[in-house]
């Protein structure tokens, strides 16, 4: 399995329908950051997931 994610390139697939849905920037920001901690909290406890897209 590999193992090496890079996050950065789902950050705008993330963003940009938070921005939609919210019309509000900063908690669009705050939606996106949350969903990344929580995507590298998983990580670093072993938890890779099959389609990182899903």
Known sequence: MN??????KYVDK???PAI???ENT???ED?????FLAA???LW????PDNVRA
């Open 31 to 35: 939606i996106t950051q949350e969903a």
């Open 26 to 28: 900063h908690i669009a």
């Open 20 to 22: 939609k849905k919210t």
């Open 45 to 48: 406890h072993g938890k890779y």
């Open 40 to 42: 590298t909290a998983a």
């Open 3 to 8: 193992t090496n994610y890079d996050l950065t």
């Open 14 to 16: 993330l963003y940009s």
